[in-house]
């Protein structure tokens, strides 16, 4: 149930153009399993299990806290998740099992947990989208870029719908990432050079000012400085 929680409008991402389009189909995901979450899922024993178990990042916690939705069953989950943290971390001297599951809480969260695999899944349609629709495929190289993280995730996930179109596909994509890396590369050099005496008192172009934050979010998929409230992503 979980795993289905949302279908992603894929033709109706790509019909946007702006910023990554792979983020976006992202952020929608993320604002499902956010309002999922604070929703009464919260409340179902299973997801408690779960929830106990992973517990949540700080991002996520932080959305959850914006969702606008009642902060008690969050004080609940809370509850009940401290009570395992309680018993399983802290109960006795810590050994070696005691510091690999600190470390494995660190590293895990129940809306990080369903997120890939679910954006996996969502880029086996654009594949198939981009093989049988000559439309789709327009307005997927059209888009302006895609982020260095998501252009990983499609070259890992796409070979099995692409078949022999694989190769092909990769390079368009390679390419598109390729020349809006090298764009970038000449935006952070311009707002480094702006900074030369020779150049005092001349205007920065809108690029040149944006550097900094664009250069950010290709490499990091998220805007410099976070977003916490749940972003639509259409
Ligand atoms: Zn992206
Ligand atoms: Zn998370």
Same mark, same amino acid.
């Given at each position: 149930?979980?795993?289905?929680?949302?279908?992603?409008?894929?033709?109706?991402?790509?019909?946007?153009?702006?910023? !990554?389009?792979?983020?976006?189909?992202?952020?929608?995901?993320?604002?499902?399993?956010?309002?999922?979450?604070? %929703?009464?899922?919260?409340?179902?024993?299973?997801?408690?299990?779960?929830?106990?178990?992973?517990?949540? !990042?700080?991002?996520?916690?932080?959305?959850?806290?914006?969702?606008?939705?009642?902060?008690?069953?969050i004080?609940?989950?809370?509850?009940?998740?401290l009570?395992?943290?309680?018993?399983?971390?802290? *109960?006795?001297?810590?050994?070696?099992?005691?510091?690999?599951?600190?470390?494995?809480?660190?590293?895990?969260?129940?809306?990080? #947990?369903?997120?890939?695999?679910?954006?996996?899944?969502?880029?086996?349609?654009? !594949?198939?989208?981009?093989? #049988?629709?000559?439309?789709? $495929?327009?307005?997927?190289?059209?888009?302006?870029?895609? !982020?260095?993280?998501?252009? $990983?995730?499609?070259?890992?996930?796409?070979?099995?719908?692409?078949?022999?179109?694989?190769d092909?596909?990769?390079?368009? =994509?390679?390419?598109?990432?390729?020349?809006?890396?090298?764009?970038?590369?000449?935006?952070?050099i *311009?707002?480094?050079?702006?900074?030369?005496?020779? #150049?005092? +008192?001349?205007?920065?172009?809108q690029?040149?000012r =944006?550097?900094?934050? $664009? =250069?950010?979010?290709?490499?990091? =998929?998220?805007?410099? %400085? +976070? #977003?916490?409230?749940?972003?639509?992503?259409?």
């Open positions: 149930m979980k795993e289905n929680i949302c279908t992603i409008p894929v033709n109706e991402v790509f019909e946007q153009n702006d910023g !990554c389009p792979i983020c976006r189909m992202r952020n929608l995901i993320e604002a499902k399993y956010v309002d999922y979450i604070t %929703g009464p899922a919260m409340m179902e024993p299973d997801i408690r299990i779960e929830t106990n178990r992973l517990g949540f !990042c700080e991002r996520h916690f932080g959305m959850m806290l914006t969702s606008g939705r009642a902060r008690l069953p004080a609940l989950t809370l509850d009940s998740h009570i395992d943290v309680r018993e399983k971390l802290l *109960a006795k001297k810590p050994d070696k099992k005691t510091l690999e599951a600190m470390q494995a809480l660190e590293n895990s969260c129940f809306i990080c #947990n369903y997120i890939e695999p679910h954006l996996a899944r969502s880029l086996e349609t654009v !594949c198939l989208s981009y093989k #049988n629709e000559p439309e789709f $495929r327009k307005l997927y190289e059209a888009q302006p870029y895609i !982020c260095i993280t998501h252009y $990983r995730m499609i070259v890992q996930n796409a070979k099995k719908p692409l078949g022999k179109e694989y092909y596909f990769v390079e368009v =994509t390679r390419k598109l990432v390729k020349k809006y890396a090298d764009a970038l590369q000449n935006d952070v *311009a707002f480094r050079d702006a900074y030369d005496y020779q #150049n005092a +008192g001349k205007p920065m172009s690029e040149t =944006t550097a900094i934050e $664009r =250069t950010i979010e290709f490499l990091t =998929t998220r805007p410099a %400085g +976070g #977003n916490l409230k749940p972003l639509s992503g259409t």
